[in-house]
Protein backbone atom coordinates (compact mmCIF):
# COMPACT_ATOMS: atom_id res chain seq x y z
CA UNK A 1 0.00 0.00 0.00
CA UNK A 2 2.94 2.32 0.99
CA UNK A 3 3.40 2.03 -3.01
CA UNK A 4 0.60 2.76 -4.38
CA UNK A 5 -1.35 4.88 -2.00
CA UNK A 6 -3.89 7.14 -3.03
CA UNK A 7 -7.60 5.86 -3.04
CA UNK A 8 -6.27 2.63 -5.32
CA UNK A 9 -8.85 0.44 -3.18
CA UNK A 10 -12.04 2.15 -3.92
CA UNK A 11 -11.30 2.40 -8.30
CA UNK A 12 -9.56 -0.96 -8.49
CA UNK A 13 -10.96 -3.42 -5.99
CA UNK A 14 -14.30 -1.69 -4.07
CA UNK A 15 -17.02 -4.06 -5.46
CA UNK A 16 -19.32 -1.07 -4.69
CA UNK A 17 -17.53 0.82 -7.46
CA UNK A 18 -18.71 -1.51 -10.17
CA UNK A 19 -22.39 -0.93 -9.20
CA UNK A 20 -21.94 2.80 -8.56
CA UNK A 21 -20.03 2.92 -12.10
CA UNK A 22 -23.41 1.56 -13.81
CA UNK A 23 -25.46 4.01 -11.95
CA UNK A 24 -23.15 7.11 -13.45
CA UNK A 25 -23.52 5.76 -16.88
CA UNK A 26 -27.29 5.38 -16.40
CA UNK A 27 -27.19 9.25 -15.03
CA UNK A 28 -25.26 10.89 -17.48
CA UNK A 29 -27.97 9.25 -20.02
CA UNK A 30 -30.34 10.69 -17.97
CA UNK A 31 -28.68 14.55 -17.57
CA UNK A 32 -27.76 14.25 -21.60
CA UNK A 33 -31.99 14.04 -22.43
CA UNK A 34 -32.36 16.82 -19.29
CA UNK A 35 -34.02 14.36 -17.07
CA UNK A 36 -31.57 15.08 -14.06
CA UNK A 37 -28.70 16.57 -13.20
CA UNK A 38 -25.47 16.12 -11.07
CA UNK A 39 -25.70 18.51 -7.49
CA UNK A 40 -22.28 18.38 -6.16
CA UNK A 41 -22.17 18.45 -2.44
CA UNK A 42 -19.41 20.35 -0.09
CA UNK A 43 -16.40 17.20 0.04
CA UNK A 44 -15.86 18.11 3.61
CA UNK A 45 -19.11 16.51 4.42
CA UNK A 46 -16.87 13.31 3.96
CA UNK A 47 -14.85 14.07 6.90
CA UNK A 48 -17.90 14.80 8.47
CA UNK A 49 -18.90 11.02 8.28
CA UNK A 50 -15.86 9.70 9.14
CA UNK A 51 -15.67 11.48 12.34
CA UNK A 52 -19.62 10.33 13.25
CA UNK A 53 -18.61 7.00 11.86
CA UNK A 54 -15.40 6.77 14.18
CA UNK A 55 -17.34 8.51 17.46
CA UNK A 56 -19.94 6.61 16.85
CA UNK A 57 -18.20 2.91 16.71
CA UNK A 58 -16.05 4.48 19.50
CA UNK A 59 -19.38 5.26 21.73
CA UNK A 60 -21.43 1.92 21.03
CA UNK A 61 -18.34 -0.55 20.69
CA UNK A 62 -20.15 -1.09 17.49
CA UNK A 63 -19.38 -0.33 13.64
CA UNK A 64 -22.27 1.15 12.20
CA UNK A 65 -20.75 2.06 9.30
CA UNK A 66 -20.33 -1.58 8.43
CA UNK A 67 -24.61 -2.26 8.55
CA UNK A 68 -24.68 1.00 6.12
CA UNK A 69 -21.53 -0.08 3.66
CA UNK A 70 -22.93 -1.32 0.59
CA UNK A 71 -19.87 -3.41 0.35
CA UNK A 72 -20.34 -5.25 3.31
CA UNK A 73 -24.43 -5.29 2.46
CA UNK A 74 -23.56 -7.00 -1.32
CA UNK A 75 -20.56 -9.17 0.35
CA UNK A 76 -23.72 -10.78 2.79
CA UNK A 77 -25.86 -10.95 -0.13
CA UNK A 78 -23.89 -13.18 -2.03
CA UNK A 79 -22.84 -15.50 1.27
CA UNK A 80 -26.23 -15.69 3.04
CA UNK A 81 -28.90 -14.39 0.50
CA UNK A 82 -30.77 -11.75 -0.05
CA UNK A 83 -32.11 -9.03 2.57
CA UNK A 84 -34.27 -6.01 3.14
CA UNK A 85 -30.54 -4.38 3.49
CA UNK A 86 -30.09 -4.12 -0.67
CA UNK A 87 -33.41 -1.79 -0.21
CA UNK A 88 -30.48 0.34 1.11
CA UNK A 89 -27.89 -0.11 -1.52
CA UNK A 90 -30.93 0.23 -4.46
CA UNK A 91 -31.78 3.89 -2.26
CA UNK A 92 -28.12 4.91 -2.64
CA UNK A 93 -27.98 3.49 -6.43
CA UNK A 94 -31.13 5.66 -6.81
CA UNK A 95 -29.91 8.66 -5.29
CA UNK A 96 -26.98 8.48 -7.21
CA UNK A 97 -28.94 7.89 -10.46
CA UNK A 98 -31.07 10.92 -9.67
CA UNK A 99 -29.22 13.49 -7.35
CA UNK A 100 -25.41 13.02 -7.29
CA UNK A 101 -23.21 10.96 -9.17
CA UNK A 102 -21.04 8.38 -6.72
CA UNK A 103 -22.54 9.73 -4.27
CA UNK A 104 -21.65 6.94 -1.22
CA UNK A 105 -17.78 7.18 -2.47
CA UNK A 106 -17.08 10.79 -3.05
CA UNK A 107 -19.16 12.03 -0.11
CA UNK A 108 -19.49 9.57 2.48
CA UNK A 109 -17.39 6.63 2.25
CA UNK A 110 -14.70 6.99 5.32
CA UNK A 111 -12.92 3.84 3.42
CA UNK A 112 -11.60 5.91 0.66
CA UNK A 113 -10.83 8.53 3.01
CA UNK A 114 -8.82 6.63 5.06
CA UNK A 115 -6.83 5.15 2.25
CA UNK A 116 -6.09 8.39 0.52
CA UNK A 117 -4.95 9.71 3.69
CA UNK A 118 -2.68 6.32 4.37
CA UNK A 119 -1.34 6.59 0.88
CA UNK A 120 -0.31 10.23 0.38
CA UNK A 121 3.31 9.61 0.54
CA UNK A 122 2.94 6.88 -1.91
CA UNK A 123 5.98 7.15 -4.70
CA UNK A 124 3.28 6.02 -7.28
CA UNK A 125 1.57 9.52 -8.10
CA UNK A 126 -0.22 10.79 -11.28
CA UNK A 127 1.28 14.42 -11.56
CA UNK A 128 0.41 17.38 -14.18
CA UNK A 129 2.86 19.47 -16.06
CA UNK A 130 1.31 22.78 -16.90
CA UNK A 131 4.41 23.84 -19.44
CA UNK A 132 2.62 20.93 -21.54
CA UNK A 133 -0.79 21.56 -20.84
CA UNK A 134 -3.39 22.62 -23.44
CA UNK A 135 -6.69 23.41 -20.74
CA UNK A 136 -8.66 21.16 -22.99
CA UNK A 137 -10.19 19.98 -19.81
CA UNK A 138 -10.71 15.97 -21.55
CA UNK A 139 -9.34 14.49 -18.11
CA UNK A 140 -11.92 15.87 -15.92
CA UNK A 141 -14.76 14.93 -18.25
CA UNK A 142 -13.27 11.35 -17.51
CA UNK A 143 -12.00 11.64 -13.94
CA UNK A 144 -14.14 9.72 -11.71
CA UNK A 145 -13.05 12.20 -9.17
CA UNK A 146 -13.04 15.24 -11.34
CA UNK A 147 -12.29 17.94 -8.12
CA UNK A 148 -8.52 16.12 -8.32
CA UNK A 149 -7.97 18.00 -11.41
CA UNK A 150 -9.43 21.50 -10.66
CA UNK A 151 -5.56 22.19 -10.98
CA UNK A 152 -5.63 21.54 -14.85
CA UNK A 153 -8.03 25.01 -15.24
CA UNK A 154 -5.95 27.23 -16.40
CA UNK A 155 -4.80 29.88 -14.16
CA UNK A 156 -5.30 27.93 -10.96
CA UNK A 157 -2.04 25.71 -10.97
CA UNK A 158 0.18 27.42 -8.60
CA UNK A 159 3.46 25.20 -9.51
CA UNK A 160 4.68 23.67 -13.08
CA UNK A 161 4.47 20.41 -12.02
CA UNK A 162 2.14 19.27 -9.09
CA UNK A 163 0.59 16.03 -7.45
CA UNK A 164 -2.78 15.66 -8.02
CA UNK A 165 -3.21 14.68 -4.23
CA UNK A 166 -4.42 11.50 -2.07
CA UNK A 167 -7.80 11.65 -3.77
CA UNK A 168 -7.22 10.42 -6.84
CA UNK A 169 -7.98 6.95 -7.23
CA UNK A 170 -5.33 6.12 -10.02
CA UNK A 171 -7.69 4.37 -12.45
CA UNK A 172 -5.63 6.01 -15.39
CA UNK A 173 -8.64 7.39 -17.19
CA UNK A 174 -7.06 11.03 -17.55
CA UNK A 175 -3.28 9.71 -18.60
CA UNK A 176 -5.03 8.01 -21.39
CA UNK A 177 -7.43 10.86 -22.37
CA UNK A 178 -4.32 13.75 -21.99
CA UNK A 179 -1.57 14.50 -24.49
CA UNK A 180 1.88 12.48 -24.23
CA UNK A 181 4.43 14.07 -20.63
CA UNK A 182 1.00 16.15 -19.79
Known amino acids: WGVVGG ?10 HLFAEWAE ?11 VRDHP ?12 FAVLAF ?3 QTLFLALNPIGILSRAVV ?3 SLALLW ?15 WGRYVCPIGLTYGVL ?14 CAHEGECRKVCEVSHVLDLTIKGRAEEPK ?3 GPDCTRCGLCVDVCPPRV
Open 59 to 61: ATG
Open 41 to 52: IHRGVRSVFWVL
Open 80 to 82: YGA
Open 25 to 35: MLHLRLARRGL
Open 89 to 103: VAALLGFEILYARRA
Open 162 to 164: LDV
Open 7 to 16: RVFCSWVCPN
Open 119 to 132: GAGAPVKVTFDLEV
